[in-house]
């Protein structure tokens, strides 16, 4: 019995804001189905956040409707659950994978949490935040019991874990069960295969590059998918490597020798099919960045889709085009909470954010709702809170206000 395992496909993601990036996207998933059909598997599972959004947009879900019936035509079956980003986390919401149950994708959710191929048990559950940990833990009892009565068994989860993941993670090592044959895991985008229990832990890493932190694990692991054989007494599994259409090229310049520099880059992606995104640091530069910025992209902006420079200067570092990749507010979030002692209550304010912070209002009320029904077993609504001791508070009467002081400001020539 074999099967492929991709995850983290993200149809429709539009990097920096470019269609050529999403095309890239599409372009990928597309050689993936092709190479799935060419392996002759027996069936495929996706682990989470096929689509960028849980409103996928009409050339999203066509391209996946064209795989998925690719798939069929080969007689190969499909199996998904939804990932962080394929939810809205509202309250009776659907993930679009189920839009496509009628053209055959079996699809992993908690009311169907598992399903029979052949004699292989397929277990999971769709992606948990962090404030619903509690639950998930007890959902993940209940199939371990199941998958007790299987001699082949495979769990699909969308989920970081401490050990991969480092501080913003939904569950730890531990909290996994031990007896599945295979852990078929999405979310985190880089190559991770390691023994766990008595099978193999695998995240098979994202299709295409999301974000310019994943460049060093490509380097080393590539992109693409996973082939597992389940016909040994363990798992045996074998990386298969997808070509990415576009190449990122990441360069350091020094500002003395610009030219010679340049030259070195238009030699490397003159001849490529597409142009790549070009990181560059630009390093001692002694005149206005303005200036070098434009004199780069009159060399390369021709052969490059995207220049992301980094000027350093002689006395400080400038970044034209910060990277997104940084850590911070939920790590602050996460230290600030540690008094509590309560990882549920760390958890939901890190979820919290991710949907403020993305003005996902609905989806962040049905949050706090869910995690006040799983903790106090009541609706928020129905708690009632007490006071100790009404405290009367009276206004400060205002200060009047001082009377301007007369200013004066010299501007420099050049100064607005």
């Known amino acids: 019995m074999k099967f492929a395992h991709l995850a983290d496909t993200h149809l429709g993601y539009r990097q920096f804001g470019l269609v050529e990036r999403e095309k890239d996207f599409y372009e990928v998933f597309e050689k993936v189905i092709d190479k799935i059909i060419e392996e002759k598997v027996d069936f495929v599972i996706h682990s989470g956040d096929l689509f960028e959004t849980a409103r ?33 986390m509202r309250n009776d ?32 559950l769709p992606f948990y935040p962090a404030s619903q940990a509690k639950n998930l833990k007890s959902k993940l009892a209940e199939l371990s019991k199941k998958a007790a009565n299987h001699e082949k068994s495979i769990l699909v989860l969308h989920q970081s874990i401490d050990k991969y993941f480092g501080y913003n993670y939904e569950l730890e090592i531990g909290d996994l069960p031990d007896n599945f044959t295979y852990y078929a895991l999405g ?18 890493g994202s299709g295409e590059i999301w974000k310019t932190n994943e460049l060093k694990d490509y380097r080393e692991n590539g992109k693409g998918f996973v082939l ?34 340049i030259a ?22 002694e005149s206005n960045t303005t200036r070098v910025y434009e004199m ?14 980094t000027f350093n200067m002689a006395d400080e570092e400038i970044i034209l085009y910060p990277e997104n990749d940084s850590v911070g507010p939920k790590e602050i979030i996460g230290k600030q909470l540690e008094e509590y002692k309560d990882d549920e209550i760390i958890g939901l304010a890190k979820d919290l954010y991710d949907y403020l912070s993305k003005d996902k209002i609905d989806e962040s009320k049905s949050l706090v709702d869910q995690f006040f029904e799983d ?26 206000k001082p009377k301007p002081k007369d200013v004066q400001v010299k501007f420099e020539e050049g100064q607005e």
């Open 56 to 88: 996928p947009s009409p050339i999203a879900l066509l391209t996946f409707q064209k795989g998925l019936l690719k798939l069929k035509g080969a007689g190969i079956q499909m199996y998904a659950i939804a990932g962080n980003h394929d939810i809205v």
């Open 264 to 285: 070195g880059i238009k030699e490397t992606i003159k001849d490529f099919d597409k142009k790549p995104i070009l990181n560059l640091t630009i390093n001692n530069v």
């Open 296 to 309: 780069i992209r009159e060399e390369l902006g021709d052969l490059s889709l995207m220049i992301r420079p």
């Open 93 to 124: 919401s659907i993930p679009p994978q189920v839009i496509f149950k009628k053209l055959g994708l079996k699809v992993i959710s908690p009311i169907n949490t598992n399903y029979m191929h052949g004699d292989v048990f397929i277990a999971g």
């Open 187 to 204: 979310h985190i985008h880089q190559y991770i295969a390691d023994n766990y229990g008595e099978g193999k832990l695998v995240y098979p």
């Open 375 to 400: 903790k106090y077993h009541t609706p928020v609504e129905d708690l009632e809170f007490e006071v100790e001791e009404e405290i009367e508070y009276e206004a400060p009467k205002p200060k009047s």
């Open 228 to 261: 597992v054989d389940l016909d040994g007494p363990k798992p045996l599994i074998k990386r298969v490597k997808i070509d990415i259409p576009r190449e990122f090229i990441e360069r350091s310049l020094d500002y003395n020798k610009l030219e010679s520099g």
